[in-house]
């Protein structure tokens, strides 16, 4: 396997040169219902095409997630495949939102279907959950270095329910979130421009800084839009290391749709507000 450049670096540059917007592409009934489409792998197919079509050559990172596409089965994976295929293809780097975790030869094999060159569903990055202990990630961590992909650990999410663990106080003192974030911390010590392993950090939590966010690698932000945070948000709540999240905006930019223009004006208009935000802060 022939070691690409690391995803960190990738992403910075896309960011740079894109802005650092990512948009999702979660084609769950509903939205589906609002294209006026039906609830099966034809409308799945279209929906999944139309929003590589639309916004793949322009926005930093897409975000596909798995289990909207799981429901349908193998048909609905082929439609996956071929939608990371196609946006990796027009330019934008792809984050798998399928949130594994596991221990042992499980992750491994979990970190292959996604992190491994020659797999049909290979990303550029994958979420994961370290909450079997971040040492259980290990397989994918040093299979995404091996394969210049990337990774990101669910640290402090958006949802109400993950405070109760991701809040937690340990033995020393410090939370369980903020742990997560030191270990990402030591994953990019040293890197240049920034570091492959990030963390999922809501941007509607509000004021973090009793939190080091400063990892040196890229910090996932869902909750722009339909969750209540706007770009104008960021800065407060991410502090001095706005410059590496990277936000994502799913139904703000889908419920434009199934007009391809209307989804591009949509990405554009937040991709705008969102360099805007970051670089006023």
């Known amino acids: 396997?022939?070691?690409?450049?690391?995803?960190?670096?990738?992403?910075?540059?896309?960011?740079?040169?894109?802005g650092p917007l990512c948009v999702g592409i979660d084609p769950h009934a509903s939205l589906l219902a609002e294209w006026g489409l039906n609830d099966d792998v034809a409308g799945l197919e279209r929906f999944s095409r139309t929003v590589v079509e639309a916004v793949a050559d322009r926005v930093a990172v897409l975000k596909p997630?798995?289990?909207?596409?799981?429901?349908?089965?193998?048909?609905?994976?082929?439609?996956?495949?071929?939608?990371?295929?196609?946006?990796r293809a027009a330019g934008a780097l792809v984050v798998m939102d399928a949130k594994r975790g596991d221990i042992g030869s499980t992750m491994a094999a979990y970190a292959e279907s996604f992190l491994h060159k020659d797999a049909p569903l290979f990303s550029d990055a994958l979420t994961v959950s370290p909450y079997l202990g971040y040492g259980s990630l290990k397989p994918a961590v040093d299979l995404a270095?091996?394969?210049?992909?990337?990774?990101?650990?669910?640290?402090?999410?958006?949802?109400?329910?993950?405070?109760?663990?991701q809040h937690a106080v340990r033995g020393d003192g410090r939370s369980v979130g903020a742990t997560m974030l030191a270990h990402l911390?030591?994953?990019?010590?040293?890197?240049?421009?920034?570091?492959s392993f990030g963390a999922v950090v809501g941007a509607t939590l509000g004021d973090l800084s009793s939190y080091d966010l400063g990892i040196n690698g890229p910090l996932l932000a869902p909750g722009i839009g339909a969750q209540g945070a706007t770009p104008a948000d960021l800065?407060?709540?991410?502090?001095a290391a706005v410059r590496n999240v990277v936000p994502n905006v799913s139904r703000g930019v889908l419920r434009h749709g199934p007009d391809a223009v209307a989804l591009r004006r949509a990405a554009d208009r937040f991709a705008a507000e969102i360099r805007t935000a970051v670089t006023a802060s």
């Open 65 to 87: 997630q798995s289990a909207f596409f799981e429901r349908f089965g193998s048909r609905g994976v082929a439609v996956l495949e071929k939608s990371v295929q196609e946006a």
């Open 185 to 195: 911390a030591a994953e990019n010590a040293g890197e240049e421009p920034m570091g």
């Open 1 to 18: 396997m022939t070691v690409t450049e690391a995803f960190g670096a990738r992403l910075r540059r896309a960011m740079d040169e894109r």
């Open 145 to 165: 270095r091996e394969s210049g992909a990337g990774l990101f650990v669910l640290a402090l999410t958006s949802n109400p329910e993950g405070a109760e663990v």
């Open 235 to 239: 800065p407060g709540v991410f502090g």
